[in-house]
């Protein structure tokens, strides 16, 4: 099992920047791909980036391509994404995603384990 707990939300104006980290406890030991998700009020879950377990391989929404960085440290067990130029459409609850895999994924039904979830409201 692997418990994540996210944090670094809050309210921002339009573009400004947040950082949004994540941490894993737990198995730990395990070598697994890690994802950024997010949820606006009635709209689905969608990929906003995720990372291999080297961190070698990263992948974004189109989106919010050079805006938002993904990155990890595993010494710390911990993930992060930052987030530039925010805009007021990207209010919604980001959660961070763990798969039992090192391989990294968009795909929310390939990750085991989720966080509980960190509001970011962006106001205009």
């Known amino acids: 099992q692997v418990q994540l707990v996210e944090s670094g939300g809050g309210l921002v104006q339009a573009g400004d920047s947040l950082r949004l980290s994540c941490a894993a406890s737990g198995r730990t030991d395990s070598r697994y791909g890690m994802g950024w998700f997010r949820q606006a009020p009635g709209k689905d879950r969608e990929f906003v980036a995720t990372i291999t377990w080297s961190g070698g391989s990263k992948y974004y929404a189109d989106s919010v391509k050079d805006r938002f960085t993904i990155s990890r440290d595993n010494a710390k067990f911990t993930a992060y994404l930052q987030m530039n130029s925010l805009k007021p459409e990207e209010t919604a609850v980001y959660y961070c995603?763990?798969?039992?895999?090192?391989?990294?994924?968009?795909?929310?039904?390939?990750?085991?384990?989720w966080g509980q979830g960190t509001q970011v409201t962006v106001s205009s």
């Open positions: 995603a763990a798969r039992t895999s090192p391989y990294a994924s968009a795909v929310p039904s390939e990750y085991a384990y």
